[in-house]
């Protein structure tokens, strides 16, 4: 049976992170600040209802809330510290405090309130690239760069809310980075909208927890396989990499 997931170190970590923003003058109640009021009160809650049964009796909105809150929090400290750690006081808080607008409830996400959720996937890449060593820059043309040895390596980051949509983020990630002309280019893509729509009832189920991973590999080669006309050798010196973060249900 897999470990618990150590929430209490998630919201540790909100904690912390709500600290520096508020030093740096945000203290806007977002949906971050949403899932870290949720969290709390749910590990409070457990402590004398272990189970949770008493959540049965709120709202299905609300439910769906309280889950987003734990699977996209996560996501988020995932992100934000490395990028803490690597650059320290130098890391702007507006690209953070941009990410946290949107609903809380990734049910209820549009693309008219997809801006939030499109700035924290620049954020998860940034993350990703602090935790191999590099340093990423904001706010310098592309969505992201970093410096490779002596090239700049230029990421457009497009986050579809469809299938439908991947074609033309694609393209326009394509056109962007010709624009920029760094040496290299990476077009980064999130595909997590494109496997939950928001609703926890229609996530994923696998019958073993070591089959989740898996799944969503298999998952992501489908839509790289899928898109492959979008991209293949529409664009010189560049690299095409898709991103996934969503639960899976693991069915005891």
């Known amino acids: 049976m897999p470990e618990p997931y150590p929430f209490e170190d998630t919201l540790a970590r909100l904690d912390e992170i709500d600290q520096w923003l508020r030093s740096r003058g945000h203290r806007a109640h977002d949906r971050i600040r949403k899932y870290r009021k949720n969290i709390r009160e749910m590990l409070e809650l457990q402590a004398w209802d272990e189970n949770l049964e008493s959540i049965r009796d709120i709202s299905e909105e609300r439910r769906r809330e309280i889950f987003w809150s734990y699977v996209e929090s996560a996501e988020f400290v995932r992100a934000v510290g490395p990028l803490r750690e690597i650059l320290g006081d130098d890391l702007p808080a507006v690209p953070i405090q941009r990410a946290l607008d949107g609903p809380a409830d990734l049910y209820l996400e549009t693309q008219r309130s997809s801006q939030g959720r499109n700035f924290m996937f620049e954020l998860v890449m940034g993350g990703r690239l602090a935790r191999a060593g590099f340093i990423p820059e904001y706010d310098r043309g592309p969505d992201v760069q970093f410096k490779y040895h002596d090239l700049r390596v230029g990421v457009q980051c497009k986050r579809p809310l469809s299938r439908q949509g991947i074609e033309e983020s694609i393209k326009k990630a394509i056109s962007q980075l010709r624009v920029d002309n760094a040496d290299l280019n990476i077009i980064a893509v999130s595909v997590s909208r494109l496997w939950s729509k928001g609703d926890p009832d ?19 080669r489908e839509i790289a396989d899928e898109s492959r006309r979008f991209w293949k050798e529409k664009l010189e010196r560049a690299g095409i990499f898709f991103y996934g973060y969503a639960p899976v249900r693991w069915l005891m």
């Open 202 to 220: 229609e996530i994923p189920e696998v019958r073993d927890p070591r089959m989740g991973q898996a799944y969503l590999d298999a998952k992501g």
